[in-house]
C-alpha cells in the first residue's frame, strides 16, 4: 500500500528556519508532481509549493524567496527548506504526490498525515 511519511514540523522563532521532508513508500511505478500543502485554523487548505518529475517548480506568492523544495526522484522523496518563517505560516504542512501505484495501475493523489509547524515567540 502506497503511503507518504512526513517528518519534520515543530516549533520555530519567527525569522528561523525548519525543514519538512516526505518519502512516498510501497509499490510505486512512478512519481510525477509532489508538493506541499498547508492549512491554517479556520482556512482552506491551500498550495505552498510544488515540483514536477523533471524539476519545475511552482510557489505560493507568499512564500517565494523564502521557501525552496527539492525532490530525489530515485527515493522518491520531497524536501520543503522554509526560512524567515512569519508567524503567518502556521498551520498543518501536508505532503501531497500524483503517482502511478503497482496495485492500481491508475494515477492519483496520495496526501500525508499531515505535520504542525508553529512560527511564534
Known amino acids: 500500500q502506497v503511503q507518504l511519511v512526513e517528518s519534520g514540523g515543530g516549533l520555530v522563532q519567527p525569522g528561523g528556519s525548519l525543514g519538512l521532508s516526505c518519502a512516498a513508500s510501497g509499490r510505486i511505478f512512478s512519481v510525477n508532481t509532489m508538493g506541499w500543502y498547508r492549512q491554517a485554523p479556520g482556512k482552506q487548505r491551500e498550495l505552498v509549493a510544488q515540483?514536477?518529475?523533471?524539476?519545475?517548480?511552482n510557489y505560493a506568492e507568499s512564500v517565494k524567496g523564502r521557501f525552496a523544495i527539492s525532490r530525489d526522484n530515485a527515493k522518491n522523496t520531497v524536501h520543503l527548506q522554509m526560512n524567515s518563517l512569519k508567524p503567518e505560516d502556521t498551520a498543518v504542512y501536508y505532503c501531497?504526490?500524483?503517482?502511478?501505484?503497482?496495485?492500481?495501475?491508475?494515477?492519483?493523489?496520495?496526501w500525508g498525515q499531515g505535520t504542525q509547524v508553529t512560527v511564534s515567540s
Open positions: 515540483i514536477l518529475d523533471g524539476g519545475v517548480t
Open positions: 501531497n504526490a500524483n503517482l502511478l501505484a503497482v496495485r492500481t495501475g491508475i494515477w492519483r493523489e496520495y
